[in-house]
């Protein structure tokens, strides 16, 4: 299940369920969103994007949709692996200017 | 793809003295790099923007004495963290934005231990 902590949210999840990940951007003029994922100890691992003139994009194995009258993203992994488990960090741009990233969700996947 | 190289990895120190963190973009020019700053189990927060050849822009909150950033090339940005102090452990990641200015990549990141 998914639950909000002190810091980041958690989602858990058993190996080759989906996950779908949520974000919540501030910038209603940020025209171009990227998902990361970060592991412990290394830098930020880009891993899809979408424009604001999109609503949805797929990838292998993921899909991004962005909602702009809510100011909503969210990341759906299908088949999750346990290699999948990772921090995953939602960040908008507004015309190639500074990278604001969200607050992050912890993804736990159980073999 | 293109890589950001961030040197070093892994840096302790005493409290008092300065340390120097080095962002290599190593097979594209960067005109602008970015410096973050990380505390465990939260999210990547922006210090400053490093653009080659001018100042550094700072965020708000970011002391511009204490985090002295130069990007004197177009591959090469310091973030040297000055007088540390404990409070200024972290996990502190570059990133560097091509020429064409849509592609981003970070670096893999420094963790910064002040005793």
């Known amino acids: 299940g998914e639950s909000v902590g002190l810091h980041l949210p958690t989602l858990s999840v058993q190996e080759g369920d989906n996950s779908i990940i949520n974000c919540a951007y501030s910038?209603?003029?940020?025209?171009?969103f990227i998902w990361y994922k970060q592991e412990s100890g290394k830098g930020p691992q880009f891993i899809i994007d979408?424009?604001?003139?999109?609503d949805k994009r797929q990838g292998q194995r993921v899909t991004v949709l962005l909602n702009k009258t809510v100011k909503h993203l969210s990341l759906q992994i299908a088949a999750t692996q346990p290699g999948d488990s990772a921090v995953y960090f939602c960040?908008?741009?507004?015309?190639?200017?500074?990278?604001?990233f969200g607050q992050g969700t912890i993804l736990t996947v159980h073999p | 793809g293109a890589v950001v190289s961030q040197h070093p990895s892994r840096v302790i120190c005493k409290s008092g003295t300065s340390v120097k963190i080095e962002c290599r973009s190593l097979?594209?020019?960067?005109?602008?790099m970015f410096w973050y700053r990380q505390f465990p189990k939260q999210s990547l927060m922006l210090m400053a923007t490093?653009?080659?050849?001018?100042?550094?822009?700072?965020e708000q909150g970011v002391e511009k004495d204490k985090f002295l950033i130069n990007h004197a090339s177009l591959t090469l940005s310091t973030l040297t963290v000055t007088s540390a102090h404990p409070e200024d452990s972290s996990f502190y990641i570059c990133?560097?934005?091509?020429?064409?200015?849509?592609?981003?990549?970070f670096g893999s990141g420094t963790q910064l231990s002040v005793l």
């Open positions: 990133s560097a934005r091509d020429l064409t200015g849509r592609e981003l990549f």
């Open positions: 910038n209603s003029a940020s025209d171009y």
């Open positions: 979408i424009r604001s003139n999109m």
């Open positions: 960040a908008e741009n507004y015309f190639y200017g500074k990278l604001t």
């Open positions: 097979d594209f020019q960067a005109t602008t």
């Open positions: 490093s653009n080659e050849g001018s100042k550094a822009t700072y």
